[in-house]
């Protein structure tokens, strides 16, 4: 393509052939008989500096009608610089003004614009420093993420964005119809039910929120998967951590048990964290600077760390021993909340900490119910900072429990006779967790707000760019 990208530029040594860079225009500034440009190209944080003499009439006429927000194209030769912020700059031979920003409309002036702000223009914002950090650190950790597994054996099977059943069995779900809403509404109003036979799918069906049940299928064959794909979910939680629509990660083993499961969860957060701190360092130095003072350190010790674990029933022991007044009072048998969660991690563990064996009552259907028939084998990670970053389970894998699980929580037995068949012939111990992704970015980069680390944010009420 003829051009360098401005992390190369940066990364050479002053001489050497003429080069060209491209790229945005983030600051200018006025000498007296040059002029400085700032580029950025989304290559990497840093910028390179564009030194314009403009005593040259040609180069001096275009450096004038550039601004902050242009696109620029320069040519020339990197040479030592003599600011303290970089060790070359680029002293442009040529200088074209691709694209112009006329400087009063132009939204991104320099100055600290809020999240809040940003957010209204998204599509502006990875034009910014922290959004540029974060779009690359996303890059880096969705493709560590194919890596891990990967080199681990794992196939990537690709699950249905479209499906019949409520994996979750919450019904936070997102119809997906062709029928005509308002003669449905009409039917409605009128006592009958909606009759979904004449629906596009010939019944009733939903923007999947998780793609465990058919991960299972394939791991009940292939020994063991990952799906990495959006999911869905019409929770109307309008938290800090929570989207409507969202990126997981869905590992399932084959011959896994609870521990298998604990051991996976714990290596591979472990390993993409540390991934995370040797390959994205320019980031992270700015996340660590600006957004998350001390992030370094704490991913670091995280990534070193041993994940400990424990039972519901002993976080809600040392919670109840606790003299912190939590807004959600504790007892056996209550979910857990964030301000439960971080209280446990921060406060008790200081480190991460995986919680077993749930009420039964509060986890889905298809987790393995234990002996004492009140707990099921599931498992949440939890780390400082956010609380929930993993959830996952070992399954149940015996027919006849499944079965009565599945009438326990009034959820339609027909609906699962495939679910049910993998019960019935060869079944298997089996073990998967989910993460989402943009929580697990949140981690990483310590941004305070899950919509700023998802590129497109659809949250209840906004559904914009
Ligand atoms: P939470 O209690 O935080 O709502 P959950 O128990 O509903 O989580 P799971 O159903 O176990 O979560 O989903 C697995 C993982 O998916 C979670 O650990 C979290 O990383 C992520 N996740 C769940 N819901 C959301 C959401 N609405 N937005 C972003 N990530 C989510
Ligand atoms: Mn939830």
């Known amino acids: 393509m003829g051009r360098t990208r401005v992390r190369e530029a940066l990364g050479s040594e002053p001489g050497g052939q003429s080069i060209t860079v491209a790229g945005w ?50 040519t020339g030769e990197l040479v030592e610089s003599m600011g303290k ?7 442009a031979a040529e200088l074209e003004l691709v694209g112009e920003a006329p ?32 779009a690359r650190v996303r890059n880096y950790i969705s493709f560590a993420i194919h890596r891990y597994f990967q080199e681990r054996d794992f196939l990537y099977v690709h699950t249905p964005l479209i499906t019949a059943s409520d994996a979750e069995g919450a019904g936070e779900l997102f119809q997906v119809t062709t029928l005509d809403l308002e003669r449905l509404a009409r039917e409605q109003s009128s006592g009958a039910g909606p009759d979904y036979t004449g629906d596009f799918f010939g019944r009733s069906a939903y923007l999947t929120v998780s793609g465990q049940l058919n991960a299972e299928i394939y791991a009940s064959a292939l020994d063991r998967v990952y799906t990495f794909g959006p999911t869905f979910r019409a929770e109307n939680s309008n938290t800090t951590r929570h989207l409507s629509e969202f990126w997981m990660i869905e590992p399932e083993i084959a011959f896994c048990d609870i521990h298998c499961n604990m051991d996976l969860a714990e290596d591979f957060l472990k390993t993409i964290i540390a991934g995370v701190l040797t390959d994205c360092g320019e980031d992270m130095e700015f996340f660590d600077k600006r957004i998350e003072p001390g992030i370094i350190e704490s991913l670091s010790a995280i990534a070193d760390s041993t994940f400990t674990r424990i039972s519901y029933s002993e976080a809600v022991e040392a919670l109840q021993k606790s003299t912190v007044k939590f807004e959600f009072p504790v007892s056996w048998g209550v979910d857990l909340h964030s301000e439960h969660e971080k209280y446990l991690t921060e406060e008790v563990f200081h480190g991460p900490v995986i919680v077993t064996d749930y009420p039964k009552e509060i986890k889905a259907f298809y987790m393995r119910l234990n002996d004492d028939e009140k707990t099921v084998r599931g498992m949440d990670v939890l780390v400082p900072r956010l609380g929930e970053i993993i959830g996952g389970s070992q399954r149940e894998d015996r027919l006849d429990v499944l ?63």
Request: aromatic content about 10%; charged content about 25%; overall charge positive.
């Open 25 to 74: 225009v983030r600051t200018k500034r006025t000498g007296k008989n040059v002029v400085f440009l700032e580029v950025n190209d989304g290559s990497s944080l840093s910028n390179i500096q564009v030194v314009v003499d403009s005593e040259n009439t040609n180069l001096g006429q275009t450096a004038e009608l550039i601004t902050t927000g242009a696109s620029v194209r320069a």
């Open 85 to 91: 912020n970089q060790k070359v700059e680029l002293h």
């Open 103 to 134: 400087g009063e409309n132009y939204p991104l002036q320099k100055k600290r614009h809020s999240f809040e702000y940003l957010r209204e223009i998204a599509h502006l914002r990875p034009r910014t420093n922290t959004f540029g950090a974060v």
């Open 403 to 465: 079965q009565r699980r599945i009438k326990e929580m009034g959820l339609p037995e027909e609906d699962y006779w495939w679910y049910l068949d993998l019960r019935r012939f060869g079944s298997v111990p089996h073990s998967g967790f989910g993460l989402g992704l943009a929580r697990f970015i949140q981690y990483c980069t310590g941004m305070a707000n899950i919509r700023d680390v998802v590129p497109f944010p659809r949250t209840p009420g906004n559904a914009a760019f």
